[in-house]
């Protein structure tokens, strides 16, 4: 009996058909949860194994330093250690550092660390606002330009067609944005877009260039496909060149970066591209319980405008577990209040704090969140906070360690490194609190990276992990660190939990309120709630507050997402016994009472075939205040309010606060900064 190739066991048929297709265009299109990882590691592995490919020709790129790290991990426990997995920026500079004597010569420019000071500079030349807002948000549609290949002068034009919110005038964004460019020159410097943009042209205009890198490398991987920008996708062209040895691996449901430019029309279109592809799907989840899996699949089948050989239905492979739960609360502190007793319940369960996530859409939602942590004496971390590998705690003990290698102490790597993070305040027993616990787990993430790298490589030393303690710092892979863990949906794009909290589902926050009346922005905001769900393994919790401020006015509503996934009777389960959730009801037509499904047809308040009975003549009126509003402001007129909101307002007529607040698409703050001024002209006084 023959034995099968050891690369190839505990695969699924899809897996394996991935990691077994020749070389040449595979289009790997991946679920959250299938081991797209594994497999593509695997295929690597396996290329190389067969002979179809050196090692060293090998380059794998990804999105996050993050996952880079992990796929070097997994590639080096098979054995494979040339093959380069980075990041495109990380692989772009690597590059521009080599070429740099030929193509450009001289003196190397030097790297922007933050463009910040650039940008403020830029922008007091030219008489734009310099409030820190304002210069990030200018940084902000200067990186989003640069990745889309607009240049400056086009991107009035383009900033218009996109529908984007611009910070400023987009002729002053254009003005800041040359300013920039000029300053940036001038000093030889290079932003993190330049080094695309830089490789890019070396390997378009230079053919000894290209030819070198091209005979260098042969095999080219790129995961998370569907958020590869147009400045990507040129670097991986220019990479590729006339060959056809590419392996993709995305999610278009996860698409959740268009705001920075990220497009997964590149996936979508593989096919077009290379006719010959092998095309395969893997939906098998091995992630999530079925409960999760039957949710995620339920939030994104309602997703519109999705081409047809895209559609990915999970398959959850797992046990069962727990129903996902669904609770609406009076007011934001008792949402908190509860998400933290039921944490601090799955801590008493045995589920590790780190294996807890509360998830939120914006970062401003965390604060909450902390304080109803604390109250419980329940440690977390807010991800995208102060990076790992920059806290001095561990900038001493990597210097520490590194020193120790030379001489090592006896015993196994876990406790070589125990033995001398003792000396930095490594103790038994955790700290009381505050700052020094936070030192203390930081330095025991230390030891927990020392005994994962002590499981993956046999005969692992002090001196090996010194080294891969400062390949994950110049990376940024950090280890995990023991608490729970805040962070919007967009830092937990790739990550996953044993117990996920989604909180603050109420409309105008997911979707965001800036999302409302554009069809494409609505559908990302869906998939950001798809990404929210597929984080969780097994418990999940999904829940809004109707009100700010304890005791505040009830005025919000619940996410048109949670629509038709809230189980009809289904009681609250979180924190006080409540009404079932279906007392609230789900938006109905109010000329024929059908249950309303599409985003339009919700905010109107009727199925869109059923006739209107908007008075034109407050329409009008509404317009015009809402032109006037747009020019006092100096933004778009859809950024006060879309049309669909307007028509909407000029069918119900509403007469006050709360019947401004029922239309979808009005929240608290444009009832703040509008409400007011809108029932004036809906009564006739403005």
Same mark, same amino acid.
Request: aromatic residues 6%; neutral net charge; contains cysteine.
């Given at each position: 009996? !023959?034995?099968?190739?050891?690369?190839?066991?505990?695969?699924?048929?899809?897996?394996? =058909?991935?990691?077994?297709?020749?070389?040449?265009?595979?289009?790997?299109?991946?679920?959250?949860?299938?081991?797209?990882?594994?497999?593509?590691?695997?295929?690597?592995?396996?290329?190389?194994?067969?002979?179809?490919?050196?090692?060293?020709?090998?380059?794998?790129?990804?999105?996050?330093?993050?996952?880079?790290?992990?796929?070097?991990?997994?590639?080096?426990?098979?054995?494979?250690?040339?093959?380069?997995?980075?990041?495109?920026?990380?692989?772009?500079?690597?590059?521009?550092? *080599?070429?740099?004597?030929?193509?450009? %010569?001289?003196?190397?420019?030097?790297?922007?660390?933050?463009?910040?000071?650039?940008?403020?500079?830029?922008?007091?030349?030219?008489?734009?606002?310099?409030?820190?807002?304002?210069?990030?948000?200018?940084?902000?549609?200067?990186?989003?330009?640069?990745?889309?290949?607009?240049?400056?002068?086009?991107?009035?034009?383009?900033?218009?067609?996109?529908?984007?919110?611009?910070?400023?005038?987009?002729?002053?964004?254009?003005?800041? *944005?040359?300013?920039?460019?000029?300053?940036?020159?001038?000093?030889?410097?290079?932003?993190?877009?330049?080094?695309?943009?830089?490789?890019?042209?070396?390997?378009?205009?230079?053919?000894?260039?290209?030819?070198?890198?091209?005979?260098?490398?042969?095999?080219?991987?790129?995961?998370?496909?569907?958020?590869?920008?147009?400045?990507?996708?040129?670097? !991986?062209?220019?990479?590729?060149?006339?060959?056809?040895?590419?392996?993709?691996?995305?999610?278009?449901?996860?698409?959740?970066?268009?705001? =920075?430019?990220?497009?997964?029309?590149?996936?979508?279109?593989?096919?077009?591209?290379?006719?010959?592809?092998?095309?395969?799907?893997?939906?098998?989840?091995?992630?999530?319980?079925?409960?999760?899996?039957?949710?995620?699949?339920?939030?994104?089948?309602?997703?519109?405008?999705?081409?047809?050989?895209?559609?990915?239905?999970?398959? %959850?492979?797992?046990?069962?577990?727990?129903?996902?739960?669904?609770?609406?609360?009076?007011?934001?502190?008792?949402?908190?209040?509860?998400?933290?007793?039921?944490?601090?319940?799955?801590?008493?369960?045995?589920?590790?704090?780190?294996?807890?996530?509360?998830?939120?859409?914006?970062?401003?939602?965390?604060?909450?969140?902390?304080?109803?942590?604390?109250?419980?004496?329940?440690? *977390?971390?807010?991800?995208?906070?102060?990076?790992?590998?920059?806290?001095?705690?561990?900038?001493?003990?990597?210097?520490?360690?590194?020193?120790?290698?030379?001489?090592?102490?006896?015993?196994?790597?876990?406790?070589?490194?125990?033995?001398?993070?003792?000396?930095?305040?490594?103790?038994?027993?955790?700290? =009381?609190?505050?700052?020094?616990?936070?030192?203390?787990?930081?330095?025991?993430?230390?030891?927990?990276?020392?005994?994962?790298?002590?499981?993956?490589?046999?005969?692992?030393?002090?001196?090996?992990?010194?080294?891969?303690?400062?390949?994950?710092?110049?990376?940024?892979?950090?280890?995990?660190?023991?608490?729970?863990?805040?962070?919007?949906?967009?830092?937990?794009?790739?990550?996953?939990?044993?117990?996920?909290?989604?909180?603050? !589902?109420?409309?105008?926050?997911?979707?965001?309120?800036?999302?409302?009346?554009?069809?494409?922005?609505?559908?990302?905001?869906?998939?950001?709630?798809?990404?929210?769900?597929?984080?969780?393994?097994?418990?999940?919790?999904?829940?809004?507050?109707?009100?700010?401020?304890?005791?505040?006015?009830? *005025?919000?509503?619940?996410?048109?997402?949670?629509? %038709?996934?809230?189980?009809?009777?289904?009681?609250? $389960?979180? %924190?006080?016994?409540?009404?079932?959730?279906?007392?609230?009801?789900?938006?109905?037509?109010?000329?024929?009472?059908? $249950?309303?499904?599409?985003?339009?047809?919700?905010?109107?308040?009727?199925?869109?075939?059923?006739?209107?009975?908007?008075?034109?003549?407050? !329409?009008?009126?509404?317009?015009?205040?809402?032109?006037?509003?747009?020019?006092?402001?100096?933004?778009?007129?859809?950024?006060?309010?879309?049309?669909?909101?307007?028509?909407?307002?000029?069918?119900?007529?509403?007469?006050?606060?709360?019947?401004?607040?029922?239309?979808?698409?009005?929240?608290?703050?444009?009832?703040?900064?509008?409400?007011?001024?809108?029932?004036?002209?809906?009564?006739?006084?403005?």
């Amino acid at each position: 009996m !023959l034995r099968m190739d050891p690369l190839l066991e505990g695969l699924d048929p899809e897996q394996r =058909a991935a990691v077994e297709a020749p070389r040449g265009p595979v289009c790997v299109l991946a679920g959250a949860g299938t081991g797209k990882t594994r497999t593509i590691t695997h295929r690597i592995a396996y290329l190389v194994q067969r002979g179809h490919v050196a090692p060293g020709q090998v380059l794998a790129v990804t999105f996050t330093g993050r996952a880079a790290g992990e796929m070097r991990t997994r590639l080096r426990a098979l054995g494979v250690t040339a093959a380069q997995a980075r990041t495109f920026h990380a692989a772009a500079l690597r590059q521009l550092r *080599y070429f740099w004597p030929r193509v450009v %010569g001289g003196d190397q420019w030097q790297l922007v660390e933050g463009k910040l000071r650039i940008v403020a500079q830029a922008a007091s030349k030219v008489g734009a606002p310099t409030s820190s807002e304002s210069l990030r948000d200018m940084a902000s549609e200067i990186e989003w330009s640069k990745a889309s290949l607009i240049t400056p002068e086009r991107y009035p034009a383009a900033a218009a067609s996109t529908q984007r919110d611009t910070p400023v005038p987009p002729e002053q964004l254009v003005l800041v *944005y040359q300013a920039y460019e000029q300053l940036k020159n001038r000093a030889q410097m290079l932003d993190f877009d330049d080094l695309l943009l830089h490789t890019a042209a070396a390997l378009e205009e230079h053919g000894e260039v290209a030819e070198e890198f091209r005979d260098r490398y042969r095999c080219f991987v790129v995961d998370e496909y569907q958020d590869v920008t147009p400045l990507q996708q040129r670097v !991986l062209d220019a990479w590729v060149g006339q060959r056809d040895d590419l392996t993709v691996v995305g999610d278009a449901n996860q698409t959740i970066y268009s705001f =920075a430019g990220a497009s997964p029309k590149p996936l979508l279109d593989f096919g077009r591209r290379f006719p010959e592809a092998h095309v395969i799907r893997l939906e098998r989840d091995y992630r999530s319980t079925p409960q999760v899996v039957g949710l995620a699949n339920e939030v994104i089948k309602w997703a519109r405008g999705r081409p047809a050989g895209s559609r990915l239905q999970l398959i %959850g492979q797992r046990p069962d577990g727990p129903r996902p739960t669904f609770t609406e609360f009076g007011d934001e502190p008792e949402e908190a209040s509860a998400v933290a007793q039921n944490v601090r319940k799955l801590l008493a369960e045995g589920v590790p704090a780190s294996e807890i996530a509360i998830l939120y859409r914006v970062n401003a939602q965390s604060e909450v969140f902390e304080q109803a942590l604390t109250e419980l004496d329940i440690p *977390y971390q807010v991800r995208g906070g102060e990076r790992f590998f920059a806290r001095n705690e561990v900038r001493q003990a990597m210097v520490a360690l590194r020193t120790a290698s030379r001489t090592p102490p006896e015993g196994d790597l876990p406790g070589q490194v125990r033995q001398v993070l003792a000396r930095l305040g490594l103790t038994d027993e955790p700290p =009381a609190g505050g700052s020094a616990r936070e030192k203390w787990e930081s330095l025991l993430a230390l030891v927990e990276l020392a005994e994962e790298l002590a499981t993956v490589i046999e005969g692992a030393d002090l001196a090996r992990f010194a080294v891969e303690l400062d390949l994950r710092a110049e990376a940024q892979h950090p280890p995990t660190v023991e608490g729970v863990t805040l962070a919007s949906l967009h830092a937990a794009k790739g990550l996953e939990w044993d117990a996920v909290f989604l909180v603050g !589902l109420v409309e105008g926050t997911l979707p965001i309120m800036h999302a409302d009346g554009d069809d494409a922005k609505i559908e990302e905001e869906r998939r950001l709630l798809y990404v929210g769900v597929t984080r969780a393994r097994e418990h999940l919790w999904l829940s809004w507050a109707l009100a700010r401020a304890a005791g505040g006015r009830k *005025y919000r509503r619940r996410s048109r997402f949670m629509y %038709g996934l809230v189980p009809d009777g289904h009681p609250a $389960t979180l %924190g006080t016994r409540r009404e079932p959730l279906q007392k609230r009801g789900k938006p109905t037509c109010r000329i024929c009472s059908a $249950t309303l499904v599409e985003a339009l047809a919700v905010k109107l308040g009727r199925c869109k075939n059923c006739p209107s009975d908007v008075d034109e003549e407050l !329409l009008e009126r509404l317009r015009s205040w809402r032109a006037g509003r747009a020019r006092e402001l100096k933004v778009p007129s859809y950024v006060v309010f879309t049309d669909a909101t307007l028509v909407a307002i000029a069918e119900v007529r509403p007469v006050d606060n709360a019947g401004l607040v029922s239309i979808s698409g009005i929240g608290a703050s444009k009832l703040d900064k509008f409400g007011a001024d809108v029932l004036g002209v809906v009564q006739g006084e403005r």
